[in-house]
């Protein structure tokens, strides 16, 4: 596979509204989108940082997986992503290696990019994207 950079890294946080102030005031980002993902249960804010960004995640349900990874380890980096050149070849890649995937096909994520996740499990210890 082809990884040109990492695209971004997810923070989980209980509420944007509190957590947006710290990236603006203290670090001087710009938040420059907020974006909900019905299917992933989040509200997400994203600040830009060079090529990279940083993602908020917001669970605006119990049963999303990251108000589950807030209720078991706090606040905090929730995954990595990084920006493959072909999702569909990498998680082929990844799964002939031994690796398990979470999503077999990729699916649509926020601000109009295709991703697909890696299971922790089985990438020491860090939930890992690939989009594109
Ligand atoms: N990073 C590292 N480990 C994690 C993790 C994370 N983000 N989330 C869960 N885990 C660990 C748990 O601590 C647990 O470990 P132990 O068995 O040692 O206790 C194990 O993975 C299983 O966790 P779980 O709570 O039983 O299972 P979940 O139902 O929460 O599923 C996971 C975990 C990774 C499969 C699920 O979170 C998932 O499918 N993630 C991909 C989708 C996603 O994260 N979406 C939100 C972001 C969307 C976006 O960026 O737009």
Same mark, same amino acid.
């Given at each position: 596979?082809?990884?040109? %950079?990492?695209? %971004?890294?997810?923070?989980?946080? !209980?509420?944007?509204?509190?957590?947006?102030?710290?990236?603006? &005031?203290?670090?001087?980002? *710009?938040?420059?989108?907020?974006?909900?993902? =019905?299917?992933?249960?989040?509200?997400?804010?994203?600040?830009?940082?060079?090529? =990279? *960004?940083?993602?908020?995640?917001?669970?605006?349900? &119990?049963?999303? =997986?990251?108000? !589950?990874?807030?209720?078991? *380890?706090?606040?905090? #980096?929730?995954?990595?992503?990084?920006?493959? +050149?072909?999702?569909? +070849?990498? $998680? /082929?890649?990844?799964?002939?290696?031994?690796?398990? $995937?979470?999503? !077999?096909?990729?699916?649509?994520?926020?601000?109009? $990019?295709?991703? /697909? @996740?890696? %299971?922790? !499990?089985?990438?020491?210890? #860090?939930?890992?994207? @690939?989009?594109?």
């Amino acid at each position: 596979m082809n990884i040109s %950079h990492i695209e %971004h890294i997810g923070i989980a946080v !209980k509420d944007l509204r509190t957590a947006i102030p710290y990236y603006e &005031e203290i670090l001087g980002l *710009k938040c420059y989108n907020i974006e909900e993902v =019905t299917e992933q249960k989040v509200k997400t804010a994203f600040f830009k940082v060079g090529q =990279t *960004k940083i993602e908020l995640l917001e669970p605006t349900s &119990e049963e999303s =997986t990251v108000a !589950k990874f807030i209720e078991k *380890k706090g606040e905090g #980096v929730h995954h990595i992503a990084f920006s493959v +050149d072909n999702i569909v +070849d990498a $998680l /082929a890649e990844c799964e002939n290696k031994g690796v398990q $995937l979470i999503d !077999k096909v990729p699916r649509k994520g926020a601000e109009g $990019l295709t991703i /697909a @996740f890696l %299971h922790p !499990k089985s990438t020491t210890g #860090v939930l890992t994207e @690939f989009c594109n």
